[in-house]
């Protein structure tokens, strides 16, 4: 949770700085060093040759969706949040979702042996090939929604990422330790809104509840395990994350009782995201993404 | 006015006059030997005044300023970029916050100054009444928008009101940030394909005006532009805010610096800003260039267009939106602390 404004300095500094601006002649600082930093990578860089593990790949590349999609659905909030204190809150959260991403992305290029750079894989990529569990697609809603949301992943990204952090490769320990104490962010976040909203007025349980039912039956995918999954685990590569699934359900119903509400016991269960299956509101939102980016083809950034 | 501020005030309407003149008297010594007034200090009315409105028009202006490359951030073309956008616009968010927190410590409500907004009776900067309409909008107003406003802000870092001057120094610090991204973004474009320089040059040449005028307030000189009527009004109001220690330069001077600043970063940049009167005055020491008069600060105004009613009705729909939230926050609150209070009362010491 970084931003420009960790750095301080005098009034005297500042007036100096502002009229050599042209310092950024010599230097391409960013005001975001997030999780991507974990890595070597940067944007552009052409991946470097190593190990390569198809599964591996496969499996980061479904985690780096989860980030980038859910990060695309927080970027619409900003500047609509309820109040500017939210429009700060959501940001943050989407800078830390689009770092987890370039992570991911980056050592998934590497892995499948392709070289593609995280922006490769961010936009050259069509809907089918997307992988992201269905539930971070699902269109913002009001806030209530966007909370439950927010509730169901939070939760299973801190559970995943922790145990990510006790497996054998380095980088993806280093990664899954940091991005872990980020999601704590993220969930204490979800939980102080959902327990806001569920204690708050008559009309915010009612919408938190319905949030709640909204989005429920697209938490189950978040554990899902196919073969790839399966074999990675068995090798004891990366964990998988269908054992997590009963203590996230222990974590959020206590979450969710606490706030007043009920837990939703949904008749059927979404899928199909992580094999390329997306919701129909999925394409213009990668439409969106990549609009820009597509335009100019050859162009640097 | 919060019961802080109404203290602040001579307590007693008999006795104010003669206390009011020992107590100016201490103020202007103190703003004029360059020392900083308090919230809890005694302040001339006009100056609360001035500082209120000032601030919040401020503080309007960076959470209206988020829109135009806010809506950008679900499109910018790499995840680097989009990294960088998201932190801008969250600066930006993080400024209005200050900024209505210093507003608050003169007495005003937060609440009160975003209903004023939306009611149209402040106003934010008419900078952003202008539309981003491509990516290369968000790096001309990340370099020309943010860059004059650096220029503008720097001197407030040293303004006499302190809670002002300490957020303004961590503005500034930002803003000076966000030059150099949008600087760097530009550069980018001009290096890239000749689509992307195309793109570059067009959003320079619509951002010019609105940076160049617009940010800096109305001309306030005769050499800047103004007739001597105007220049003498505005140079009376200039001259008010500086006796206060508000305001340190003029519009037109703090203009110059701007200009002065723009034209070698245009040049490396290898784009043309949109002035052919541009042109370095060995005499002067600075680069000349066609005054802002009031025609033409009127004109890139753009008030009542399509994007101002735009800026406000969005800023209004995310807060009618946000109704029910803010009250659902507002009734837990109040029921926690109700149990608190509560509690304090079941146990006893």
Request: glycine share 8%; with cysteine; charged share 25%.
């Amino acid at each position: 949770m970084t931003t420009s404004s960790d750095i301080r300095a005098d009034a005297a500094v500042v007036e100096t700085a502002a009229v050599a601006v042209a310092v950024a002649e010599t230097a391409t600082e960013t005001a975001t060093e997030t999780a991507a930093d974990v890595l070597p990578s940067a944007a552009g860089t052409p991946a470097e040759a190593g190990p390569t593990d198809p599964d591996l790949a496969v499996h980061l590349l479904r985690l780096g969706d989860d980030a980038l999609v859910l990060g695309q659905r927080l970027c619409e909030w900003i500047t609509h949040a309820p109040t500017v204190e939210e429009d700060l809150a959501l940001s943050n959260i989407a800078l830390d979702l689009i770092g987890h991403a370039r992570t991911l992305f980056t050592r998934c290029g590497r892995l499948d042996g392709s070289g593609r750079t995280e922006d490769d894989l961010a936009f050259t990529r069509s809907e089918r090939q997307f992988t992201n569990a269905l539930l971070t697609e699902l269109p913002n809603g009001d806030f209530a929604v966007t909370v439950a949301r927010q509730l169901a992943y939070t939760h299973y990204a801190v559970l995943y990422y922790e145990a990510l952090a006790g497996c054998p490769d380095a980088e993806l320990a280093a990664f899954g330790a940091r991005a872990a104490k980020e999601a704590a962010f993220h969930r204490l976040h979800a939980d102080r809104w959902t327990r806001r909203l569920g204690r708050g007025t008559p009309e915010s349980t009612r919408r938190m509840q319905r949030g709640l039912e909204r989005v429920w039956p697209y938490t189950r995918e978040l554990f899902e395990e196919d073969d790839v999954v399966r074999r990675l685990a068995a090798a004891g590569t990366v964990p998988s994350p269908a054992p997590l699934h009963a203590r996230w359900e222990q974590h959020v119903t206590g979450v969710v009782t606490g706030a007043g509400l009920t837990v939703p016991a949904p008749a059927w269960s979404a899928g199909g995201g992580r094999g390329g299956l997306h919701t129909e509101e999925f394409g213009p939102l990668i439409a969106e993404l990549q609009s820009v980016h597509r335009q100019f083809p050859g162009g640097t950034w | 006015m919060s019961a802080q501020a109404t203290a602040a005030l001579p307590a007693d309407p008999a006795v104010a006059p003669a206390a009011e003149d020992e107590l100016l008297a201490h103020f202007d010594a103190l703003v004029a030997g360059g020392g900083t007034v308090e919230p809890r200090d005694w302040m001339p009315d006009g100056y609360r005044r001035m500082l209120v409105r000032q601030i919040a028009q401020h503080a309007h202006s960076e959470i209206i300023g988020m829109q135009p490359e806010g809506g950008w951030l679900t499109r910018a073309p790499s995840l680097h970029r989009k990294s960088v956008l998201i932190a801008k616009v969250q600066d930006e968010a993080g400024h209005g916050l200050y900024l209505y927190s210093a507003a608050e410590t003169l007495g005003a409500d937060r609440a009160d100054l975003l209903e004023a907004l939306h009611r149209g009776q402040q106003r934010a900067s008419a900078t952003f009444n202008h539309p981003a309409l491509t990516w290369a909008d968000t790096g001309a107003i990340a370099w020309l928008t943010d860059g004059a406003a650096v220029i503008n802000q720097a001197p407030l870092c040293r303004t006499s009101y302190g809670p002002y001057a300490r957020a303004m120094r961590r503005v500034c610090q930002e803003e000076a940030f966000h030059v150099r991204q949008g600087y760097d973004l530009m550069r980018a474009l001009c290096e890239g394909t000749p689509e992307q320089k195309e793109m570059a040059q067009d959003a320079v040449d619509r951002w010019w005006l609105p940076a160049v005028a617009l940010m800096f307030g109305p001309p306030d000189t005769e050499a800047g532009g103004a007739d001597a009527r105007t220049a003498a009004l505005g140079a009376a109001v200039s001259r008010r805010a500086m006796a206060w220690g508000i305001k340190r330069h003029t519009n037109d001077e703090l203009r110059q610096r701007f200009v002065d600043q723009c034209v070698p970063q245009a040049e490396r940049l290898g784009l043309t800003l949109p002035d052919p009167a541009i042109r370095w005055n060995e005499e002067r020491g600075h680069y000349d260039f066609t005054p802002v008069g009031w025609d033409t600060y009127r004109e890139a105004l753009g008030d009542d267009t399509h994007w101002a009613r735009q800026r406000i009705e969005r800023r209004r729909a995310a807060h009618e939106d946000g109704t029910w939230v803010r009250e659902a926050a507002a009734a837990y609150a109040a029921r926690e602390d109700a149990d608190a209070a509560r509690q304090r009362t079941e146990e006893p010491a």
